[in-house]
């Protein structure tokens, strides 16, 4: 079956897009509870430098394959490549991100719950209250994989509409919202008594706590936010025009996210500060910790606390929609394409998959056994693509590009056919063809616990 291709109307829909896909429970959750367990202000500085040095480089490697290939992943891969071997690569991001929709999903269905729960203004207690909250609500069987559920056909009706007519009119609605949910949060934060400390913790760096495992921490965090080896900035470019500058698009979007994930740290951390709450609190930030620092925080004017908690998890609930909708992209597009399939039929199959996975790892937490490897599936499923098949993608992404494919066709998609100046293209290349292979290795390394 033949089906024309999607493009992106506007540059405007294609920053806002791929930065959503970007920007997601990785930026507001993931990396502040990092820069409070590495340092603060040190961990954000060696960030930085990582997402220049590795973010941006793999970003536009991924592009190019995208947009030369003008396909599915693992057609686009073929294509560049010039081997079918090297579909292999973009099969293995399809799988990823499969097993991520299918995981992601379920944390995402506990931020709507929260989101609900703050409504109804139901998580009271302290730490301990939240911490009994969140424990009753994950293990039980039917309300977190209903939820689950739920997200992804949002999702799925999202990704049914098509590349202009959903994904990028979503993307121009959502991501303007998230931005000025995040500063509404922020002001009230940064206006707390004692806010200040929290404020230092983050923007004064003291070099001294940079370790090998900040170092390697900021890397996987720059690998990890910026989408990198699932496959969907591959996707998303094989809907760029010939005119869209890569190298630039690619800043723009990496910018885009470092400032949401700077926010982030904003809106958490002078808050706790002013509650006397440790920065380090870890994974259980965003559902054990911030319930109690909102009420403790605002106590003397509770509907200011109530209005902040109710905004906070209504955005994590639009940041995880960002990220879904170009998880659920990749295996779209490469079913209905593969397949010879309407785009609704192949948008189904991926739900009906990830849907499958979101409910076991649901089970998971509590009331079902379902363990592999000594993990409850849902931990099984983050750390299979985390620390394995994220890191392999990208590397391989890397090698074929850097290594493989021809420079005439590198150089000719990098500059646009000659027509934007080609100045920072060698230093590209050297990045993409030593300095992210390095690193990724690193990483990969760091996760298997060898360095």
């Avoid at 609500?137 to 739920?150: C, G, T």
């Avoid at 790892?361 to 099984?380: E, K, P, R, T």
């Avoid at 590397?395 to 494919?405: K, P, Y």
Wanted: proline share 3%; hydrophobic share 55%.
């Amino acid at each position: 079956m033949k089906q024309e291709r999607g493009h992106f109307a506007t540059n405007i829909g294609i920053i806002l897009a791929t930065a959503g896909s970007a920007v997601g429970l990785g930026n507001i959750w993931r990396f502040p509870y990092l820069v409070g367990e590495d340092g603060g202000a040190a961990f954000i500085l060696v960030y930085l430098v990582c997402v220049i040095l590795l973010g941006i480089p793999g970003m536009v490697a991924e592009f190019i394959v995208g947009r030369h290939g003008a396909a599915n992943a693992v057609r686009a891969y073929g294509i560049v490549g010039g081997k079918k071997g090297w579909r292999g690569i973009g099969l293995l991001g399809v799988i990823t991100s499969t097993i991520i929709l299918g995981f992601y999903a379920v944390v995402a269905g506990w931020c709507l719950q929260y989101f609900f729960a703050s409504l109804a203004n139901q998580i009271h207690g302290g730490s301990s209250g939240a911490a009994l909250y969140f424990k009753q609500f994950s293990s039980s069987a039917i309300a977190p994989a209903a939820l689950a559920v739920v997200f992804i056909l949002i999702t799925h009706l999202v990704v049914t509409k098509g590349v202009r007519h959903g994904i990028e009119r979503v993307s121009k609605l959502l991501m303007p919202l998230l931005f000025i949910l995040l500063i509404v949060i922020v002001i009230a934060s940064c206006s707390l008594n004692g806010s200040m400390e929290g404020i230092r913790f983050l923007f004064h760096p003291d070099v001294s706590k940079i370790t090998t495992d900040v170092v390697l921490d900021a890397l996987g965090q720059a690998f990890f936010s910026l989408s990198l080896g699932t496959a969907c900035l591959c996707t998303y470019a094989s809907y760029f025009g010939r005119q869209t500058n890569l190298m630039k698009s690619a800043s723009q979007i990496a910018l885009i996210d470092t400032l949401i994930a700077i926010l982030a740290g904003l809106m958490i951390f002078p808050a706790a500060f002013s509650v006397g709450v440790k920065p380090d609190a870890g994974p259980s930030l965003i559902f054990i910790t911030l319930p109690n620092v909102f009420e403790v925080a605002f106590a003397n004017v509770p509907v200011v606390g109530y209005i902040i908690s109710v905004l906070f998890y209504g955005l994590l609930v639009l940041a995880a929609l960002t990220s879904t909708i170009s998880m659920h992209e990749i295996g779209t597009a490469f079913f209905y394409e593969e397949l010879h399939i309407t785009r609704q039929r192949g948008a189904w199959l991926m739900t009906a998959l990830c849907c499958v996975i979101a409910i076991l790892c649901s089970l998971s937490q509590g009331a079902v056994d379902i363990s592999v490897l000594g993990m409850n599936f849902l931990d099984f499923c983050d750390t299979l693509t985390s620390n394995y098949l994220l890191p392999i993608g990208s590397l391989a992404t890397c090698i074929m590009v850097g290594w493989m494919v021809p420079r005439k066709l590198v150089k000719d998609e990098f500059t646009n056919w000659g027509t934007i100046p080609a100045r920072s293209y060698h230093y590209w290349l050297f990045l993409v063809r030593f300095v992210c292979p390095i690193a990724i290795a690193a990483i990969f390394l760091h996760q298997l616990k060898l360095i």
